[in-house]
């Protein structure tokens, strides 16, 4: 099995959502959405978080914050997130598909031999709380929206962290499935002031 992570870190009051990059990159030969058809070739995965790095590891974890001023702490008014990934061109096709700080680029493919047809599974992973100190946040008050320019649709679908792994969608052989996240913070709990941290992992694995 191969499989390729990224991470995310989320903070709060400030809240905060921090991401990392993958490798590699083929030709594109046609699209359908978002959907990009890969080159076949040796087999190989490529998972990019936030800012990546075409046919190279890049180890940046992005952050993804938000300061919530006191007087709506807790009142359930939904506070938008911004990010420090400086990522706005697909690291595939150098399209501009992200505008960032406000959206944080995800994207992925899994390129195999044509004599196979398999499909990689992206997935999130965090923990159940994000942490201040002895204090804590869940993490499912943070949820994403999915789109990209020139394209509305959610080719990596929009949800709401869930405090362990979420299933996102499957990729299947020799495509490249990107999408622009926008991260909100719920804002529905009432927590002591703080700086709350998290992780989320994004993984992109295949059989």
Partial sequence: MDT???KLEPKDHAIGTTLLAGLLCCSTMAADAWVLAVTPGARRIYLAVGNGTTNAA?????QVSVTVPANVVGTGTAQAMTSDSTQANSPFDGYNVCVPPNQVYIGGFFREPSTTANVARLQVTTPATLTSGADTLPF???????????NAAADIPAGT????TLFLRNITSNTYVENCHTFTYANTNLVAAGVYSGRATYTLATP
């Avoid at 890049?58 to 992005?62: D, R």
């Avoid at 499912?140 to 020139?150: C, M, V």
């Fill in 161 to 164: 962290f869930n405090g362990a």
């Fill in 58 to 62: 890049n180890a940046t974890i992005n």
């Fill in 140 to 150: 499912t008050q943070i949820s994403w929206t999915s789109t990209a320019l020139g």
């Fill in 4 to 6: 390729i992570s990224n």
